[in-house]
Every structure is written in C-alpha cells, then in structure tokens.
C-alpha cells in the first residue's frame, strides 16, 4: 500500500503491517471515547453492492479494517450491520492487549439472533446495548448465550459514549451502519473517518454511508492521510483543533 499523504512523513511510503498501525494510530493518553468510523463507498457514492458493503472491498480495505480492529479497544455497530454483513464475533486481538476488542452492538429492541455466530463465534462477550423496556425474553436470551446486556434508558450518542466511557473503553472503532454514523455525526461526536473509495461505479438504488436528522449542522474535517492501492483510495480525516472562538458545544 503506498502512503500519498502525510507526504513528509518519515519512513517508507509502502507501508506494510506496522506502517499501517503507525498511520491509523490513535492520539495517546485519552481519557474520554474518541469516536473514528470506518466505511466504504464507491466512487459514485454508493455505500453497499447488493445490500452490503463487503461487496465494495478490497484487500487493501480489509487489510485497513484488520489493523483499524486490532487499534481499538471497541468496536461500536448498529444492529442491523450485524444482521446484513452477517457479523462474526470478536476474534482478532488489540495491540497492547490480550484480548479482542468487544463488539458492541446497539439495538432498542435487542432483536438479535441469539444462535448467529455473532454470539457463537467469540473469544469475548458481545455487549448489547439496548433499552430498558425492550422484550424481556430477548433479554434474557442473549444473556444466555453469554451476551453482555446494558439496559440503558435511552439509545443517544452522549449515552453510548457514557457507558464505554465508564467501561474505560476509549478508542472507539464505529463499523456503521448509516443510521448509528448519522446520529453521531449530528450529535457532532466524530472524531474521525476512515474512507476507503472503491474504484468502481456502483449505480442502482444504494444510500450513502450517513443518514441523519435533517438540519445537522456540518462539520468540517482535515484530510491527514491517503494510501492508495490497485486504484482504491484509503482516506483519513479528522476534526480540526477547537478554534478559542468556538464556544463549548451545543447541548
């Protein structure tokens, strides 16, 4: 993979494993959730071929994805991700770790397959992050399978982020899918994104890899790297520094 941007950057510009883990690396000493999401999209847009984004990757895009995993300390994804890329559980581990990053998957309803392979194929319990009065049955069938479930009282961005936060659960790693990015990005809780641009004109009838409220304020982002590989393009943005005319955030 050949590194574009930073192009001061010391070291070689074909990054191997190491070098992607040094690009994608995460600010230290964080003492709050800092919120990077991963997706994929075609070069028209599109953020799925078919219904699923697997059909946009690559072997740079899943040797990206690998390394994004093993940088964080969990991996947040809205329920129906888990459901349409037919989601495995936690297998691959965190660097500086000695164990897989948790997968936490928010669902109000906790309407989740208790016997996928989410749940049966795992070296670490999956967290459920689900509502208060969601069926109680489902409850408690995914906590018979080994399912870790939180019961919360609302699903919002600044509760998700609590209760990792309180779980010291720092480096977020957001897999989607556009509904979970959307009520993030309008809650203005992104750090960062990871892009990768297929090569490729998807066209037909697929959405795009946000859907949010109407009205969300935009963001601007820096662009602080770009790889490239076999035409794809792997981005990498970030929010720019707080400006002192800013202002704290709006509630």
Do not use: W
């Not at 000695?98 to 996928?116: E, F, Y």
């Not at 749940?119 to 967290?127: G, K, Q, S, Y």
């Not at 794809?232 to 520094?241: F, I, K, T």
């Amino acid at each position: 993979m050949e590194r574009l941007l930073p192009a001061d950057a010391e070291g070689p510009t074909e990054l191997d494993d190491a070098g992607l883990a040094a690009h994608y690396a995460y600010p230290g000493d964080l003492t709050a959730p800092y919120v990077r999401v991963n997706f994929v999209s075609s070069t028209d847009g599109a953020a799925s071929v078919n219904g699923r984004s697997g059909g946009l990757g690559s072997d740079a895009d899943r040797a990206v994805f690998g390394v994004l995993r093993e940088l964080a300390e969990v991996i947040l994804v809205g329920a129906g991700t888990v459901r349409t890329e037919d989601y495995r559980g936690a297998r691959r581990r965190t660097r500086g770790r000695a164990t897989p990053p948790p997968i936490a998957v928010v669902s109000g309803s906790a309407d989740l397959n208790p016997k996928s392979r989410f749940f049966a194929d795992t070296l670490v319990p999956p967290i459920v992050l689900t509502l208060r009065d969601a069926p109680s049955q489902r409850l408690e069938q995914l906590a018979d399978v080994g399912a870790d479930v939180v019961p919360l009282d609302r699903l919002t961005p600044d509760a998700l982020l609590a209760e990792l936060a309180r779980r010291d659960l720092h480096r977020v790693l957001c897999e989607g899918g556009p509904s979970l990015f959307g009520a993030l990005q309008a809650a203005d809780t992104v750090d960062e994104l990871c892009l990768t641009v297929a090569p490729v004109l998807a066209g037909g009838q697929a959405g795009r890899i946000a859907r949010g409220p109407a009205g969300a304020s935009p963001r601007p982002m820096d662009l602080v790297g770009a790889l490239h590989a076999n035409g794809a393009l792997l981005l990498h943005y970030r929010r720019p520094p707080a400006r002192d005319d800013e202002g704290p955030p709006v509630e």
